[in-house]
């Protein structure tokens, strides 16, 4: 009975249009920043990893190096502090989490295969 109504409650709270994000695009995610009273977007660009959750708690993780040090973000794929994902490019990748390339550093870390549609 509770997740009925639990599941329920999630599908009102889903955004109307997401982009389909499968493990090993390049993304660019646009996220909004509360800077005081003022509002803006910031961009992350980088591959993602992980991709976890159902509904409503839907989340994936983006990682990007930065100077030589990995970075990674998590956001939630319904958040209205998340206005909008871009597919800049897709990978063919062979698992559904890219741990490894937490130890991969440069050139390295970008390695994956572009997916070509047939």
């Given at each position: 009975m509770t997740?009925?109504?639990i599941e329920d409650i999630e599908k009102s709270q889903l955004k109307e249009s997401v982009e389909d994000i499968q493990t090993?695009?390049?993304v660019i995610v646009h996220k909004v920043i509360m800077e005081g009273k003022k509002q803006r977007i910031q961009r992350f660009q980088g591959t993602v990893i992980k991709k976890k959750g159902s509904l409503?708690?839907?989340s994936f993780t983006v990682r990007k190096i930065v100077?030589?040090?990995g970075l990674e973000?998590?956001?939630l794929l319904?958040?209205?502090l998340v206005s909008k994902v871009e597919i800049v490019k897709r990978s063919k990748v062979r698992r559904s989490?890219?741990?490894y390339l937490r130890d991969k550093i440069g050139a390295k870390a970008n390695r994956l295969k572009d997916r070509?549609?047939?």
């Amino acid at each position: 009975m509770t997740h009925k109504i639990i599941e329920d409650i999630e599908k009102s709270q889903l955004k109307e249009s997401v982009e389909d994000i499968q493990t090993g695009d390049t993304v660019i995610v646009h996220k909004v920043i509360m800077e005081g009273k003022k509002q803006r977007i910031q961009r992350f660009q980088g591959t993602v990893i992980k991709k976890k959750g159902s509904l409503s708690r839907a989340s994936f993780t983006v990682r990007k190096i930065v100077d030589g040090v990995g970075l990674e973000k998590t956001f939630l794929l319904h958040s209205p502090l998340v206005s909008k994902v871009e597919i800049v490019k897709r990978s063919k990748v062979r698992r559904s989490k890219l741990y490894y390339l937490r130890d991969k550093i440069g050139a390295k870390a970008n390695r994956l295969k572009d997916r070509t549609e047939k």
